[in-house]
């Protein structure tokens, strides 16, 4: 079963690499499929006490599978299909693995494509009875039902008639097309994708709305996730990133005198805005630091926007070493994303992996006692 | 009988309860009006979308790809426009590309179709055809897509062992005889595995494929959690979203002149600009009127 | 053979094996009697009050376990999570709707859900049609799902499992009639929005923490544990990690080799991928197979190896 190395020719070939359409694979397969069938009447016939072992050993060992598959060294130099030889057993048995991994894939996807049927049977299980007796929302029932019936008729009509020599042609070109294509066409891509992706857009409203509702201030927390993401947010707007850049920019260029009426107005603006909203119904106080922040605005427009200083540039470029590259809103969002995103969702990653990794060995040891038990 | 007075609603009670009508209308408008005009927009590409893009300009000519397409049309909106911007910087460069798919069923035809519909632009412009089967190749769709991702790392050529393509004038022959996979033993043969995806497959391509390097083209949600994988050099670039798209069109600009290179990044990056300043005002406009109502119950 | 391991990746094996034998030890600590302590979670201590509150109202609750394509461990931890949620809801004799995206998820549900009313003595009140299949498709699930959220007015909606961009339109939807939400997404770039919509969201590894935290029996608590000392090892890891990499990396630092051992032509400061911690986290994969190639001789003659085997 682990071939070590020997004669060369014809090629040895492991338990899983029987060439398709041999004798012994379909020997193999026979068997399999007798072992399976006998497997299935055991368990029938087992005792109650018996198929939790049963079950327990089977899990043990389809997850074994995977397990060494990681856990052993792989033949990492090894070309496929070049006929190299392992040099001893334990590098066949890292032969005998990688061989197996293109019979086990097929094997689970066959199992997830059964599992189809059962799907389907509980759907028409459900719908069917709900709409033979007339139960409540028995028309969304037959709505589901006449669709599925629909894209499965044509379906299968476009994929019958493209089999054989005239599927290539239907393939490259609509030139050929017959009724059943064009109709496929339109209940697929016409209906189905369009909906579907209506259906994402859909998440753009909601996202609006639940923005509206949930993004409040109302601790410091909140502050804190409100403001690190509007700057985010601004930073991908491409105008307001370059009005920010051509500001910084101008700025580095003013006099001494003009950089401090910019200081300024910045520093009046903020304090005004502060200003207002803790003037808690004071009304002189609040027109005051109303008219403080229109007075500063204005000033911050002047000097830098629609103003011509003599032999001023219009949009002076930030220096690329220059330390106001760090006030950019696309930097201080890249710092944001670098050092408080990408650790935050690393961080989470790392518990998360370990919980996944916890979880697959409880259940892959029959740890894990399912139904909630108390 | 006595009338029920309803208490007046101030300004701030109005501002905090604005129908959700009336705010998708606006979001509506702010989205569809845009489309209609072509506004070049200033844009300073990110450096993860300039390595994505270095990356594809320094392969030569015959080099190949393997393009992992996990997307279909429900994230279309994102999702075809990186396919786009990919499939023309490979075409115009020459390299070579194996497609296949491990999400969504329908991912095969909507790969095909975009290839299509890419190919003919270039051929408009005077460019050669990419040549179905002999350029590119459409293996299909692979379900389970833990299996077959770690099938294509071990040992690739069984992984696809047995996938037809439809050669046009041809019947359908094995891919693994198209030139694509001339000389292919493993996945490392391949210069890159690129993964255009909306779902969780690039989770799967960085647990399980390690020996060759891979780049991503993820929707803008995903877009945080990949560049993870980024910032530590799991990947070598990153695509993420409209805007991402936008930087590689940005960037095709330069080194593709008298192209075509505007895309679906171009065509939607003016709505997102209004449909992000959208959202910024309803949540300023939301703050404002949290205090304005906590300040009067004062 | 032994060298080829060592240097491919020996030492991700050793820190998993190293967090399974946390696992494992703590198993045995739990179930040897040791009292193990876990903090409070929110999100699980709202499971009652949320089930309480729809059996007031009498209507439904929902629980969907996510969009898994098969049956995996987070649909499995979703399904434990919802034994809980159905045992609690069968006490009160009050209506549950499971919703599946999988069929394979739809079997083990219905079988464990089944287990639980069996347990409880109210076999009579498990209705089979109540754990269902919806749709496979994303948003055709997400379409039929919210519908029925909509028309069966449900009063406690539990988001539990691998949700992706359908989370909002669910969260959403349940929250426009009011039900009290208790959501967790396996997918992080989805937790924001959960957390936005939902009343009370289980962020990150709060999720495979739920069943320990609900049943606290050993075997769970234990492993919790374990995990939990699992990350204490990864975070002195990383400690230990930034502590050399500032010690390699600072410019005064300068080598006149690498660990790849390239002699350089002049001192120069170490690479972020040339420092030892690099070197441990990645291996030098294309070295690797070089040095194997050249210590192997693997040409095309198909005896060379059984004369090298002798």
């Known amino acids: ?374 | 009988m006595a009338k029920v007075y309803a208490p007046r609603r101030g300004l701030a009670d109005r501002l905090q309860s604005i129908p959700k009508p009336v705010l998708y209308l606006i979001l509506t408008l702010a989205t569809a009006i845009p489309l209609f005009f072509d506004v070049p927009v200033p844009n300073q590409p990110v450096q993860e979308s300039v390595d994505f893009y270095n990356n594809l300009m320094a392969l030569k000519p015959g080099d190949r790809v393997l393009l992992a397409s996990d997307w279909t049309n429900s994230t279309r909106g994102e999702s075809s426009g990186e396919f786009d911007a990919l499939v023309r910087i490979l075409m115009r460069r020459g390299i070579k590309v194996a497609i296949y798919t491990t999400a969504d069923a329908q991912g095969p035809q909507v790969a095909r179709n975009e290839m299509t519909r890419m190919i003919d632009q270039e051929v408009r412009e005077g460019r050669p055809a990419y040549r179905l089967f002999e350029d590119y190749t459409v293996l299909g769709f692979f379900p389970n897509s833990e299996n077959t991702t770690s099938s294509i790392d071990t040992d690739i050529r069984a992984a696809f062992a047995g996938k037809k393509d439809y050669p046009p004038g041809q019947p359908p022959r094995e891919c693994l005889q198209s030139p694509v996979f001339q000389g292919v033993e493993s996945v490392a043969d391949f210069k890159y595995l690129i993964v255009c995806s909306g779902t969780k497959t690039t989770e799967i391509a960085i647990e399980r494929i390690k020996k060759v390097p891979m780049m991503f083209m993820v929707t803008g949600v995903m877009a945080p959690e990949t560049r993870n994988y980024y910032s530590s050099g799991q990947i070598k670039g990153l695509v993420g979203g409209v805007k991402g798209v936008y930087d590689l069109e940005t960037l095709m600009s330069k080194d593709f002149p008298g192209m075509t290179n505007k895309g679906k990044g171009s065509a939607y990056y003016l709505s997102l600009h209004f449909a992000l300043t959208l959202l910024i005002l309803v949540v300023i406009l939301g703050n404002v009127a949290m205090f304005l109502a906590g300040k009067r119950t004062r | 053979m032994g060298q080829q391991y060592l240097d491919t990746g020996w030492i991700g094996i050793a820190i998993t094996l190293l967090v399974i034998a946390f696992v494992l030890i703590n198993i045995a600590r739990a179930k040897g009697g040791k009292e193990l302590f876990i903090r409070r979670i929110g999100g699980l201590n709202a499971i009652d009050e949320a089930v309480g509150r729809a059996t007031e109202l009498g209507k439904p609750v929902f629980m969907v376990p996510g969009l898994s394509d098969s049956i995996n461990a987070k649909s499995m931890q979703a399904i434990n999570i919802f034994a809980y949620v159905s045992r609690v809801a069968s006490r009160f004799s009050n209506p549950i709707m499971v919703c599946c995206y999988n069929a394979s998820i739809l079997a083990v549900a219905q079988e464990v859900i089944r287990d639980v009313y069996q347990q409880e003595g109210a076999v009579e009140k498990y209705d089979p049609d109540s754990v269902r299949f919806i749709s496979d498709r994303q948003f055709a699930f997400a379409a039929s799902t919210s519908g029925l959220i909509l028309r069966e007015q449900a009063a406690a909606v539990f988001l539990l499992g691998e949700f992706y961009a359908e989370s909002l339109i669910l969260a959403e939807t349940a929250n426009s009639i009011g039900a009290i939400q208790v959501a967790s997404s396996t997918e992080l770039t989805q937790t924001p929005f959960f957390i936005a919509a939902c009343d009370y969201v289980l962020i990150g590894d709060e999720f495979y923490a739920a069943s320990a935290y609900l049943t606290r029996q050993p075997v769970l608590v234990g492993s919790l544990v374990g995990q939990d000392w699992g990350k204490l090892l990864l975070m002195g890891l990383v400690a230990a990690g930034i502590l050399a990499n500032t010690v390699q990396l600072t410019p005064a630092a300068d080598v006149r080799s690498t660990y790849k051992e390239e002699k350089l032509d002049e001192a120069r400061p170490l690479q972020r991928e040339e420092t030892a911690f690099s070197h441990l986290l990645t291996p030098y994969r294309d070295k690797i197979v070089e040095d194997f190639k050249k210590t192997v001789i693997r040409d095309k003659d198909p005896n060379a190896a059984k004369k090298e085997s002798k």
């Open chain 1, 1 to 374: 079963m682990f071939p070590v190395a020997q004669a060369a020719a014809p090629l040895p070939t492991t338990f899983w690499a029987d060439a398709n359409g041999s004798a012994t694979l379909w020997i193999k397969i026979a068997i399999t499929l007798a072992l399976g069938f006998a497997l299935i009447f055991a368990l029938l016939v087992a005792p109650v006490a018996a198929r939790r072992p049963i079950v327990t050993g089977i899990t043990f060992l389809a997850g074994l599978f995977y397990v060494l598959k990681w856990l052993y060294p792989e033949p990492i130099a090894r070309k496929g299909g070049d006929g190299q030889l392992p040099r001893n057993a334990a590098e066949g048995f890292s032969f005998w693995l990688s061989d197996a991994q293109s019979v086990v894939t097929p094997v689970s996807n066959v199992i997830v494509a059964l599992l189809i049927g059962l799907g389907l049977a509980n759907l028409l299980k459900i719908h069917l009875t709900r709409l033979l007796k007339a139960q409540k929302d028995w028309g969304y029932s037959l709505v589901l039902l006449v669709c599925m019936v629909t894209f499965v008729i044509f379906g299968y009509w476009d994929w019958i008639t493209r089999q054989g020599p005239a599927g290539a042609a239907m393939q490259a070109s609509r030139e050929t097309w017959g009724f059943p294509q064009y109709a496929n066409d339109l209940l697929f891509d016409g209906l189905l994708q369009n909906m579907e992706a209506a259906m994402f857009s859909v998440v753009a409203f909601y996202i609006l709305s639940a923005a509206y509702r949930a993004f409040r201030a109302r601790s410091v927390e909140a502050s804190i996730l409100l403001v690190t993401a509007l700057i985010v947010m601004v930073s991908l707007l491409g105008v307001v990133t370059l009005v920010d850049d051509q500001t910084i920019g101008r700025f580095l260029v003013l006099g001494p005198g003009a950089q401090a009426i910019a200081v300024l107005a910045i520093l009046g603006m903020a304090g005004g805005t502060l200003l207002f909203f803790r003037s808690a119904g004071n009304r002189t106080l609040a027109a005051a630091s109303g008219v403080g922040v229109l007075v500063a605005l204005v000033a911050f427009i002047l000097v830098f926007r629609g103003v011509a200083l003599p032999g001023l540039p219009s949009d002076p470029p930030v220096p690329p070493g220059s330390f106001a590259n760090n006030f950019r809103i696309t930097e201080i969002a890249a710092w944001i994303q670098k050092n408080l995103q990408t650790p935050a969702i690393r961080g989470i990653d790392f518990g998360v992996g370990v919980g996944l990794l916890a979880m697959g060995l409880r259940l892959w040891l029959s740890l894990e006692k399912t139904g909630g038990n108390v």
